[in-house]
């Protein structure tokens, strides 16, 4: 398979992702500032993040195998169009005087659902462009767009809900999205065509289960997958309490809530750039197990830090983002590694349904943990079992071995 004009072909994926990155990225902390100022409430919050994730957990192992079928590149357009149809539906609810938040949270999980393709697509299609070699800087570039957009993303956003209501704020991702769509049809992405039957209900079963033989005849991929799986369960609870963290314990508003995630994405840019630009020498097992001692000890920190530390807890939110972005990164590229690519849609949609899940049950706990123990106090529990998960998995001789055996 030709490879050789791969940056080419990436840069024009790049463009769109990019503007649909940054257009997503500000609707989305638009919407989490609408939320925040306007429930003021830690169950809201989780209620929104779980109408979008858990379609996504649940039907992603089976939209793995029609993804490893289909035309990815098909795949990417029309779940992104998807995605756009149900944004704009939610620009319509929220024109309401008496927003529904059941109609919210209800398209929220809509737009779970294309992220379930579009996602592990997207993903997929690394191998089929980049030699190997390449897959880490491209899982660098990547990283990268993604921070700028994190960065750009909330100053936009917060400026958009500022002066428009939240409804014609989403217009925003509409826009992201059908640039992200133009962009795909200059590019031409290999198609793996499938042999066998077609997709019946055993066919799909079947194939789904030799997705997850790759994964667990592979030990340390296995162990990889159950670590991280751990992680994430407690990494996403606390994830979405840093909007109340700011506002909560640290006295902050709208305006410190958006430094918050402009300084997360300095620190994932900072992170990706170092695997874009740099030849990084270090075994990814080793990157993955050390970002994940580095994000639980900034967690613990910022839960430990006095309400009077603001910008010591800025500064530990950007290492915080500098250590996501090399492990996001390493992660990815070890399983385009390992993992043949005419099975990648069905990895990756299991890995991201193994890694949402269980997080689900601590999401679900969020307002109970938020008003019993405290915004504060959760972040340090989170912290010490994520610093625990990254010193274990240097302990695991099958994970630290996993660079040495490829399929």
């Not at 072909?9 to 500032?33: D, K, R």
């Not at 990084?280 to 001692?293: A, C, E, G, W, Y």
């Not at 069905?346 to 601590?362: D, E, K």
Request: proline fraction near 4%.
């Amino acid at each position: 398979m030709e490879k050789n004009n791969w940056f080419r072909t990436y840069s024009y994926i790049w463009i769109g992702q990019f503007i649909s990155l940054l257009s997503s990225s500000a609707v989305n902390f638009s919407i989490m500032i609408w939320l925040s100022l306007t429930h003021k409430s830690a169950e809201v919050l989780a209620f929104a993040a779980i109408a979008g994730l858990l379609p996504q957990a649940i039907i992603g192992p089976f939209a793995g195998v029609f993804i490893d079928r289909w035309n990815r590149k098909k795949v990417m357009i029309f779940a992104d169009g998807f995605i756009a149809l149900c944004t704009l539906g939610m620009t319509f609810v929220l024109k309401s005087d008496g927003t529904n938040m059941f109609l919210i949270y209800l398209l929220m999980a809509c737009r779970s659902i294309g992220s379930a393709f579009h996602t592990p697509a997207m993903q997929a299609i690394a191998p089929l462009l980049v030699p190997e070699d390449k897959l880490l800087r491209v899982s660098g570039i990547n990283q990268m767009l993604q921070s700028v957009s994190s960065i750009a993303g909330p100053a936009l956003g917060t400026l958009a809900i500022t002066y428009f209501p939240i409804a014609r704020v989403l217009y925003l991702d509409v826009v992201g999205a059908v640039v992200a769509i133009a962009s795909l049809f200059f590019v031409t992405i290999p198609h793996l065509p499938k042999s066998g039957n077609k997709p019946s209900i055993p066919v799909v079963l079947k194939e789904l289960k030799e997705g997850m033989n790759a994964i667990y005849q592979n030990k340390g991929l296995g162990m990889l997958f159950l670590y991280a799986m751990v992680a994430t369960f407690c990494i996403m609870p606390v994830a979405i309490m840093f909007p109340l963290l700011t506002i909560g314990h640290y006295g902050g508003g709208k305006w410190e809530m958006s430094v918050i995630e402009i300084i997360w994405g300095v620190g994932m840019l900072v992170g990706g750039s170092f695997l874009g630009l740099a030849k990084v020498s270090v075994s990814k097992v080793v990157l993955v197990n050390s970002m994940h001692i580095a994000l639980g000890v900034t967690f613990a920190i910022s839960g430990w830090f006095p309400s009077s530390w603001f910008i010591p807890f800025v500064i530990m939110t950007g290492i915080g983002g500098v250590s996501m972005s090399i492990f996001s990164a390493s992660f990815m590229a070890i399983i385009q590694e390992q993992v043949s690519a005419e099975m990648l849609g069905r990895v990756f949609s299991l890995y991201f349904s193994i890694a949402i899940l269980p997080s689900m049950i601590g999401l679900l706990f969020t307002g109970f943990i938020a008003d019993a123990i405290g915004v504060a106090t959760a972040f340090i529990i989170a912290g010490f079992i994520v610093v625990l998960v990254g010193l274990l998995s240097f302990f695991n001789g099958s994970i630290m071995a996993l660079e040495r055996k490829k399929t």
